[in-house]
T-cell receptor, first 112, second 115 residues
Framework: QQQVKQSPQSLIVQKGGISIINCAYE??????FPWYQQFPGKGPALLIA?????SEKKEGRFTISFNKSAKQFSLHIMDSQPGDSATYFC???????????FGEGTQLTVNP | DTEVTQTPKHLVMGMTNKKSLKCEQH?????MYWYKQKAKKPPELMFV???????INESVPSRFSPECPNSSLLNLHLHALQPEDSALYLC??????????????FGDGTRLSIL
């Protein structure tokens, strides 16, 4: 099974700062990269997603950057807020589309 | 509020009990999934249903029995569970299993505790 490697495992950022989470993948057949945000006691919620034919996608304070040659993609949270404190998972579908391969998750804490 | 609804939110059961988890979606999705999530870990796929038929069983023990009565409902029947089965059980749905670029939408899960 193809893997998605996510880093860092945990991240502490001051309010107003930039949070950066990185993921690396192996399978070049991946063609869709969603990011999920999970708050304690809740299920993962789709935050933003990107296709590899696009190098960057921005939605509000959240931006995905994609580097196809390096097989890496990253999530940038601009002007981080305490309400952004959550666990973030990157993911990629297996070729069949039926399985999502998740990264190990990043626990983000934004201090006030 | 999520568009995938799971009940109950919490469940405590003994190892000899029989219980069921329920999942419902009204987005017209034809693929539904069960995941198990342990603390501080990513969700692990258990089962996939495509058009109400079981298409993937990730070698899940038989004490977990899924059922898809119709395109909107997904059940997970539990029997003789072990303490290590305590976890958050998540249901998800997507338009179709083989549909590329279609995200999976998750419910908020059932927090299961086995005594």
């Amino acid at each position: 099974q193809q893997q998605v490697k996510q880093s860092p495992q945990s991240l502490i950022v001051q309010k107003g700062g930039i949070s950066i989470i990185n993921c690396a993948y192996e399978n070049t057949a991946f063609d869709y990269f969603p990011w999920y945000q999970q708050f304690p006691g809740k299920g993962p919620a789709l935050l933003i997603a990107i296709r590899p034919d696009v190098s960057e996608k921005k939605e509000g304070r959240f931006t995905i950057s994609f580097n196809k040659s390096a097989k890496q993609f990253s999530l940038h949270i601009m002007d981080s807020q305490p309400g952004d404190s959550a666990t973030y998972f990157c993911a990629a579908p297996q070729t069949s589309g039926s399985r999502l391969t998740f990264g190990e998750g990043t626990q983000l804490t934004v201090n006030p | 509020d999520t568009e995938v609804t799971q009940t109950p939110k919490h469940l405590v059961m003994g190892m000899t009990n029989k219980k069921s988890l329920k999942c419902e979606q009204h987005m017209g999705h034809r693929a539904m999934y069960w995941y198990k999530q342990k603390a501080k870990k990513p969700p692990e796929l258990m089962f996939v249903y495509s058009y109400e038929k079981l298409s993937i069983n990730e070698s899940v023990p038989s004490r977990f029995s899924p059922e898809c009565p119709n395109s909107s409902l997904l059940n997970l029947h539990l029997h003789a569970l072990q303490p290590e089965d305590s976890a958050l059980y998540l249901c998800a749905s997507s338009h179709r299993v083989a549909a590329r670029n279609q995200p999976q939408h998750f419910g908020d899960g059932t927090r299961l505790s086995i005594l």
